[in-house]
C-alpha cells in the first residue's frame, strides 16, 4: 500500500530562479528557464548542501550552528499568495527574486499549508519533498524595502501564513517553467493526540 497518495491538484510552475549570493542584505536571486534539481539542491545556489548549519528556526533542537540535514534546499512559493501579500503591502506585485524564492507556483489553494512531507512531482521525475512552512523574515522585507521604500517594512506581518514552504529534493531532474507539479500527500490521519 502506497504511502503517498497523488492527489487530483497540480500546479504550474511559473517562475523559477536560484539565489547566489550569500549577501542577505540583497537577497536577489536570479531568474532562471530551468534548473537541474540533484540531491544536494541546486548546484551554485547558496542553499545548496546536503548539510546545513542549524539556524534560529532549530534552536529547541540544536545548539545554532550545529551540522544537519539541510531541508531547506529549496523555497517554494504560490504565485496567488504572492498577490495576497502584494496587495497586503499596497504593491502591485512582489519580485520572487526579493524573496530568495526557487519555484513559484500556481494553482494549489492554500499552498503554504499542505501537509509537510508532501511531494511536488514533475513530468521529468523530479521530485521535492515539503519540509515545513517558511516563516516570513526580515531578509525578504530588507530587499522589498530597498526597492519599494516604506513598504519592505510589513512584510513579516503581510506574509505570515502566505510566505510558502521549504523543501529538499527526494529525485533528482530538470523541472522547467511550464511544468506541472503534481501534488502527493501522506496516506495518513492528521495528528490527534
Same mark, same amino acid.
Given at each position: 500500500?502506497?504511502?503517498?497518495?497523488? %492527489?487530483?491538484?497540480?500546479?504550474?510552475?511559473?517562475?523559477?530562479?536560484? =539565489?547566489? +549570493?550569500?549577501?542577505?542584505?540583497?537577497?536577489?536571486?536570479?531568474?532562471?528557464? #530551468?534548473?537541474?534539481?540533484?540531491?544536494? /539542491?541546486?548546484?551554485?545556489?547558496? *542553499?545548496?548542501? =546536503?548539510?546545513?548549519?542549524?539556524?534560529? &528556526?532549530?534552536?529547541?533542537?540544536?545548539?545554532?550552528?550545529?551540522?544537519?540535514?539541510?531541508?531547506?534546499?529549496?523555497?517554494?512559493? +504560490?504565485?496567488?499568495?504572492?498577490?495576497? @501579500?502584494?496587495?497586503? =503591502?499596497? $504593491?502591485?506585485? @512582489?519580485?520572487? !527574486?526579493? $524573496?530568495?524564492?526557487?519555484?513559484?507556483? &500556481?494553482?494549489?489553494?492554500?499552498?503554504? *499549508?499542505?501537509?509537510p512531507s508532501s511531494r $511536488?512531482?514533475?513530468? +521529468?521525475?523530479?521530485?521535492?519533498?515539503?519540509?515545513?512552512?517558511?516563516?516570513?523574515?526580515?531578509?525578504? #522585507?530588507?530587499?522589498?524595502? #530597498?526597492? *519599494?521604500?516604506?513598504?519592505?517594512? /510589513?512584510?513579516? %506581518?503581510? !506574509?505570515? /501564513?502566505?510566505?510558502?514552504?521549504?523543501?529538499?529534493?527526494?529525485?533528482?531532474?530538470?523541472? #522547467?517553467?511550464?511544468? %506541472? $507539479?503534481?501534488? *502527493?500527500?501522506?496516506?495518513?490521519?492528521?495528528?490527534?493526540?
Amino acid at each position: 500500500m502506497p504511502a503517498l497518495k497523488p %492527489t487530483d491538484w497540480s500546479a504550474e510552475i511559473v517562475w523559477l530562479g536560484s =539565489l547566489v +549570493s550569500e549577501d542577505r542584505k540583497v537577497m536577489l536571486g536570479e531568474e532562471r528557464e #530551468a534548473l537541474d534539481l540533484t540531491f544536494e /539542491g541546486v548546484e551554485g545556489e547558496c *542553499h545548496a548542501g =546536503l548539510t546545513r548549519p542549524s539556524c534560529s &528556526r532549530v534552536t529547541s533542537q540544536y545548539p545554532k550552528g550545529t551540522p544537519i540535514r539541510n531541508e531547506r534546499q529549496v523555497s517554494i512559493v +504560490s504565485a496567488e499568495e504572492l498577490d495576497e @501579500i502584494a496587495t497586503k =503591502l499596497g $504593491l502591485e506585485r @512582489i519580485d520572487p !527574486a526579493r $524573496l530568495g524564492a526557487t519555484i513559484v507556483v &500556481r494553482g494549489i489553494p492554500d499552498f503554504t *499549508h499542505i501537509p509537510p512531507s508532501s511531494r $511536488l512531482q514533475a513530468p +521529468s521525475g523530479a521530485t521535492v519533498c515539503v519540509d515545513m512552512e517558511n516563516r516570513p523574515c526580515q531578509f525578504p #522585507a530588507k530587499s522589498i524595502e #530597498a526597492e *519599494h521604500p516604506g513598504q519592505g517594512t /510589513g512584510f513579516k %506581518t503581510a !506574509a505570515k /501564513g502566505k510566505r510558502g514552504v521549504t523543501a529538499w529534493v527526494a529525485a533528482e531532474g530538470r523541472i #522547467a517553467v511550464g511544468d %506541472t $507539479l503534481t501534488l *502527493h500527500v501522506p496516506d495518513q490521519r492528521a495528528w490527534s493526540p
